[in-house]
C-alpha cells in the first residue's frame, strides 16, 4: 500500500506569505509600468496583450516559490508493508493402515468405502486448513514407519499420503510403536506446541512399546497427543474373497478405546470415537480449532525522499521567469 507524508510539514505555513502574490494575479492587477519606449506607440497596437504577457511573470514566480516551500517540507513517499510473524505447530499425523482398516463400515456419498479411504479423505482436508505449520506423517501396521517427515511442503505431505494402502506396513496394530515413532520425530523441535493426531481402529498387537509407556514419553517432552478411534459399535462389514468369489463377512470390532483415552490423559489431549464420516471429519475440525497457529502481524513504512522534484521544478521554473523577464518580456522603466 502506497503512502506519502511531508516531514517538516509546518513548513507549509510559508506559504501563506505567497497569498498577496496570489491574490495579485488572480485579480488582474500589476505593475503600471509600460513595456514601450512612447506611449503613442500603444496606440498602434491592434489589441491588448493577452493573460501571460501582462501576468505569466507573476505567475512563474508564484509557482515557482510554492513548489521550493514544498521542497523545504520534505515530502516523502513510503510503502506501507506487513510482516507476518507466526508461531507455528509441529504436527505428527499418524495412521493405521492394518487389515481391520479395509472395513467397509463408512460411507461418502451413499456408497461403503474403508475406514483408510475415509481417513485419507478426513486428513487431507485437516491438512489443508493448517498455515505456516510443519506437518509430518506416520504409518503403523506391524511396524511403524515415517511416511513423511516435518514438512510444509503440503503437496509433497498429500502425495505420500495418497499412497496409504492396506497393509503396507504389515497386519498388526503396533501403536506404541507407533506413537514412540512420532515423539521421535517431535522431540528435538523448537516449535511452541508439538502434537501427535493417532488413529487407530484396534488395539495394541506388536512392537515393542507399549502404548502407555510411549505416551509418558512423549508427556516428558511436552508432546500432546489426540486419539481418535474409528469404526462402528459391533460387528462391522469386511469384503474378502472365497472360493464363491468376494462376499460381505461381518466381524467384531476389537477398538481398545481405554488405553486410547489413557494415552490422550496423560498427554494432556484429548480422545474422540468417530463412527461415520461426519463424526470424523468433525473431529478433526476440532482438533484443527484446538490447535490454531499464533500469527502476529506488524506494520512498518519505509519512505523515500521526494523534494528533489518540487525544487527541481521551482528552481526551472525561477530560471524561465528570469530568462523571460530579461528577454520576450523584458519590461523598460
Not at 491438512?127 to 511396524?143: A, H, K, P, Q, T
Request: net charge positive.
Amino acid at each position: 500500500m502506497n503512502t506519502w507524508r511531508f516531514e517538516d510539514p509546518l513548513a507549509l505555513l510559508a506559504l501563506l506569505a505567497l497569498i498577496p502574490l496570489l491574490v495579485r494575479v488572480l485579480r488582474g492587477t500589476g505593475s503600471g509600468r509600460v513595456r514601450y519606449s512612447a506611449v503613442s506607440l500603444l496606440r498602434q497596437v491592434g489589441r491588448r496583450p493577452g493573460w501571460f504577457a501582462r501576468h505569466g511573470l507573476t505567475a512563474l514566480r508564484f509557482a515557482a516559490l510554492a513548489l521550493l516551500v514544498v521542497a523545504w517540507a520534505r515530502p516523502q513517499g513510503g510503502t506501507k508493508q506487513e510482516e507476518v510473524i507466526s508461531e507455528g505447530v509441529d504436527i505428527q499425523l499418524v495412521v493405521d493402515t492394518s487389515g481391520s482398516m479395509k472395513a467397509l463400515d463408512f460411507q461418502v456419498g451413499g456408497e461403503s468405502v474403508t475406514r483408510l479411504d475415509v481417513s485419507k479423505n478426513v486428513v487431507r482436508d485437516f491438512i489443508e486448513r493448517r498455515v505456516n505449520d510443519r506437518i509430518g506423517l506416520v504409518v503403523f501396521g506391524l511396524d511403524a514407519i515415517t511416511q513423511c517427515p516435518l514438512t510444509i511442503d503440503y503437496g509433497i505431505l498429500l502425495t505420500l499420503l495418497d499412497d496409504l494402502r492396506i497393509g503396507m506396513v504389515g497386519d498388526g496394530t503396533a501403536i506404541g510403536t507407533a506413537l514412540g515413532t512420532a515423539v521421535q520425530r517431535l522431540k528435538d523441535a523448537k516449535s511452541k506446541s508439538r502434537i501427535v493426531v493417532l488413529l487407530t481402529d484396534g488395539r495394541n498387537n506388536a512392537g515393542a512399546i507399549e502404548p502407555e509407556q510411549a505416551a509418558r514419553i512423549a508427556r516428558t517432552y511436552g508432546v500432546k497427543v489426540y486419539t481418535i478411534g474409528v469404526g462402528t459399535r459391533g460387528k462391522a462389514p469386511f469384503l474378502v474373497d472365497g472360493l464363491l468369489g468376494r462376499r460381505i463377512v461381518y466381524q467384531d470390532a476389537d477398538l481398545d478405546e481405554e488405553t486410547l483415552a489413557r494415552i490422550a490423559e496423560v498427554t494432556g489431549g484429548r480422545f474422540f470415537r468417530a463412527t461415520d464420516t461426519q463424526s470424523l471429519l468433525e473431529i478433526y475440525r476440532t482438533i484443527d480449532q484446538m490447535e490454531k497457529t499464533e500469527i502476529k502481524t506488524r506494520e512498518f513504512t519505509r519512505y523515500e525522499e521526494l523534494y528533489p522534484t518540487p525544487l527541481a521544478l521551482g528552481l526551472l521554473l525561477l530560471l524561465a521567469e528570469f530568462g523571460l523577464a530579461n528577454t520576450r518580456f523584458r519590461r523598460i522603466p
